[in-house]
């Protein structure tokens, strides 16, 4: 909604009312309006931590029965109260939606919106939502920094309430199972001298099966990408074909690390999070119907999930050999 005159105005306001659920709280800021609310525009959701951890439920119910909300908008869970977005800097962008816009866009944190919401309603409610930080993450200016948004991590929802959080890495390893990696930095210590070798991740595919086997379940995941060197502190000559081999089964290791350390999370918290189940009922309807009822157990104790990783680097920059090591290549020994 558009401020007042002049160059110093925000070209936004903020409302909030307090209801015993959503649709009072709506219906409470409307009659504070002169004009009519529309969700024609609505982009985000974005709820407080302590919200979460009580229930979503209310926003599911709500989604559900407003047929005008769109259901590709963004969802988010910021650490503080979600009202807190409204003091976050707009340095770079107009408005502050434009920022979880933009996080959404560059796929650096998990996309998750109101339709995949309302999809893990009807499959026990477990769900994966990218949590938002202030102050302690991003960059720091003077003016208004303790109030610096960013991203870090993700909320774990099991049965409609957040039990528990990934991390940074973890949720590296989520985008993977997701689906929804863009591209992404990761360093490996060269075999030759465990210095560290900096990679970017491009056009990363990842395909999910299941597999049951009398009472055996697994779910594998097959991840390709192609990776081009950013970095090297490292003497290692990549263009020899057997060095270079060496840093591609340590970048797959990583990869599948952050993988397994993100299904662990979810095992631990008997939550389905990444929709495991879907690929189950899809494959083998009549063994669902079995697996139901417990499936969380079942998906904690006995479902093996099995990460398949071949990254190819495919570019290496101009300069194979780092400057410091054609001009000095014996500066360690002659110290």
């Not at 800097?89 to 560059?106: G, R």
């Not at 996309?111 to 930080?133: E, F, R, W, Y």
Request: with cysteine; glycine share 6%.
């Amino acid at each position: 909604m558009k401020g007042g005159s002049g160059s110093s105005s925000k070209p936004f306001t903020f409302v909030s009312k307090t209801g015993r659920d959503v649709g009072e709280a709506f219906r409470k800021i409307q009659a504070d309006l002169s004009r009519r609310i529309t969700f024609g525009q609505l982009r985000h959701i974005v709820m407080g931590k302590e919200f979460a951890q009580s229930g979503i439920k209310p926003v599911v119910d709500f989604a559900a029965r407003e047929f005008a909300i769109h259901i590709n908008a963004y969802l988010f869970i910021s650490e503080d109260k979600a009202k807190r977005v409204a003091s976050s800097p707009i340095t770079f962008e107009e408005f502050p939606t434009d920022i979880l816009t933009q996080l959404a866009k560059e796929r650096q944190t998990i996309m998750v919106t109101v339709k995949d919401m309302l999809m893990s309603a009807s499959n026990h409610g477990d769900l994966v939502i990218p949590m938002l930080v202030f102050g302690r993450q991003g960059v720091q200016f003077e003016e208004n920094k303790e109030n610096w948004m960013g991203t870090d991590g993700a909320g774990l929802i099991k049965n409609g309430k957040m039990i528990g959080k990934l991390t940074d890495e973890e949720t590296q390893g989520a985008l993977w199972i997701l689906k929804q990696l863009n591209y992404s930095v990761y360093d490996v210590n060269s075999p030759t001298d465990n210095k560290p070798v900096n990679f970017l991740i491009r056009n990363a595919r990842t395909h999910l099966k299941a597999q049951i086997r009398g009472d055996d379940i697994s779910v594998q995941i097959d991840c390709k990408a192609m990776a081009g060197i950013l970095a090297t502190e490292s003497a290692i000559d990549v263009t020899e074909p057997s060095e270079l081999r060496k840093l591609e089964l340590l970048l797959n290791e990583e990869i599948k690390d952050r993988i397994r350390q993100a299904v662990a999370v979810s095992k631990t918290m008997k939550s389905d999070v990444f929709q495991f189940a879907n690929y189950i009922k899809w494959r083998y309807p009549g063994r669902w119907k079995e697996l139901r009822p417990e499936w969380r157990e079942r998906y904690a104790d006995q479902v093996r999930v099995e990460p398949r990783v071949n990254i190819s680097v495919k570019w290496f920059g101009t300069s194979q050999i780092p400057q410091w090591n054609r001009i000095l290549p014996n500066a360690e020994e002659n110290k």
